[in-house]
């Protein structure tokens, strides 16, 4: 081995050795430290997992061999990473992945199969403290952006749909309106997927079709609860873009 490869291994060695002692040495803490953008050296992150492809549910010991796999792929990206704990409907193993770029949480998603991923990036405004934006990401396109995580008391009480790291509880709250500023899409008009109730445009024909694949996706039990949440979600998000397209045709 040349003197170059040789210096190239230690130094991919020496930078995965300080994400890991960075991991070992913090916790609860330091990942809520990571999350709310207070750490100078991390400016990006990835979340994601292996487990469960296609939103269906998998044996335990295939999600394990997956989550080795997705593991060892990172390593080979040089990318340290964080395994945390959550649930979401069942049990759920993933990895915070530090300075993780979008494309790559993009491409690993699809490449295992998952149905989302999220992506962070740290946002430093002239006035105030710098914070993390969260994209929820469906294939390669952001559907939901967050500016805040949540980890104080009213995640530690919450029983479902959450992460943890060493016991302790935080959150994105994709999909709460109540840290969206939007109004709920039940509150405005009725809207009918009929065709030929419709107006003619693309838009519509597109956000409709959509919109009737995710309710039948979130109708079948073969999928994970996750899963059927996940589809439950789109299914929103789309009917308010379909609301404000048809606002636009009218």
Not at 114 to 129: A, F, H, P, R, Y
Not at 169 to 184: H, L, N, Q, R, S
Not at 212 to 235: C, D, G
């Amino acid at each position: 081995m040349t003197f170059e490869k040789t210096l190239r291994r230690l130094i991919r060695e020496v930078k995965a050795q300080r994400y890991m002692n960075l991991v070992n040495e913090s916790g609860f803490a330091r990942v809520r430290q990571m999350m709310t953008g207070i750490v100078p050296a991390i400016d990006t992150m990835g979340i994601l997992t292996a487990e469960n492809p296609d939103g269906k549910p998998a044996p335990d010991s295939f999600n394990k061999e997956a989550n080795q796999r997705l593991a060892a792929k990172l390593a080979s990206l040089n990318y340290g990473f964080i395994p945390i704990q959550g649930k979401f409907g069942t049990p759920e193993n993933s990895f915070i992945i530090p300075n993780m770029t979008r494309d790559d949480v993009v491409f690993l998603g699809k490449k295992f199969g998952q149905e989302s991923v999220i992506w962070g990036s740290k946002i430093v405004e002239e006035v105030g403290e710098p914070f993390f934006r969260f994209e929820y990401i469906e294939g390669d396109t952001t559907i939901q952006t967050r500016d805040v995580s949540l980890g104080g008391a009213s995640a530690q009480e919450r029983e479902d749909f959450y992460s943890s790291k060493k016991g302790r509880k935080f959150y994105i709250p994709f999909f709460d309106e109540e840290y969206e500023g939007a109004k709920p899409v039940d509150g405005g008009r009725r809207i009918s997927l009929a065709k030929d109730e419709l107006p003619e445009d693309e838009r519509v024909s597109e956000l409709a079709e959509k919109i009737n694949f995710h309710v039948k996706a979130s109708l079948q039990e073969k999928r994970t609860p996750k899963s059927r949440w996940h589809h439950r979600a789109l299914i929103k998000e789309c009917r308010k873009m379909l609301d404000e397209v048809l606002s636009e045709v009218d």
